[in-house]
């Protein structure tokens, strides 16, 4: 079957536009993460869904980000405002959550984002 | 928190030869969960392989290996024969099974050259 898509691959922002990214996680799975990985380091956790309620939003950097899974499948992370640190790539990451003890995360492509 | 620690920030290992990549991590949880994800220039995240703390045997996936060491809190992965397509970014990861399913807690990496 299908693994997690993301869309757009690469995306080029000024300073101050809104982006959009979205992630396709792979069909039925429950759990859905986003996660930020800036140049040279590894991912760290923004924000985590199960079906459509949005349970852990801690890792955000700041109210610019916002992220939304209103049918509990595709999500939608949205950046406004864009600043040049902003400039990273983004995971998403699917899992079935079925199990007490569900572990394996699948990951998406990621969305490389530059804000000039 | 948790942190994860990798200290190596690259490895380099002829092609069929062995290579270890160290990683070490920090928690006052009994059970957890321990992983070696891939990252080629792709950016997909893959699983390489995975370590319940509650086991004691060490997890082997063909030519991967690990060295956990619980009381050190330290968690080795070792790459036999190595192959030209092993060259990658290596995360070693933590995640807590606390409250069904958490976000993974990632090192910053070891980027692993493969030498022909």
């Known amino acids: 079957g299908a693994g997690v898509s993301q869309s757009p691959r690469y995306k080029v922002a000024k300073r101050g536009q809104d982006v959009a990214l979205r992630c396709d996680p792979i069909s039925g799975h429950v759990s859905l993460f986003w996660y930020q990985q800036a140049l040279g380091q590894g991912p760290e956790f923004l924000t985590y869904f199960q079906n459509e309620a949005q349970l852990d939003k801690s890792g955000l950097p700041s109210d610019r980000f916002f992220a939304e899974r209103p049918e509990g499948s595709v999500s939608t992370l949205k950046i406004q405002r864009t600043q040049q640190e902003d400039s990273a790539v983004y995971l998403c990451?699917?899992?079935?959550?079925?199990?007490?003890?569900?572990?394996?995360?699948?990951f998406g492509p990621g969305t490389r984002l530059t804000v000039t | 928190a948790q942190t994860v620690t990798q200290s190596q920030p690259e490895m380099s290992v002829q092609e069929a030869e062995t290579v270890t990549l160290s990683c070490t991590y920090d928690t006052s949880e009994s059970d957890y969960y321990l992983f070696w994800y891939k990252q080629p220039p792709s950016r997909q995240m893959i699983l390489v392989i995975r370590q319940e703390a509650y086991k004691q045997q060490n997890a082997t996936e063909n030519r991967f290996s690990v060295n956990f060491q619980k009381a050190a809190k330290s968690f080795s992965l070792k790459i036999s024969d190595s192959q030209l397509g092993d060259a990658a970014m290596y995360f070693c990861a933590y995640r807590s099974p606390i409250s069904g399913n958490t976000p993974l807690v990632f090192g910053k990496g070891t980027r692993l050259s493969v030498i022909a």
């Open positions: 990451a699917s899992s079935a959550a079925e199990q007490v003890r569900a572990y394996e995360q699948y």
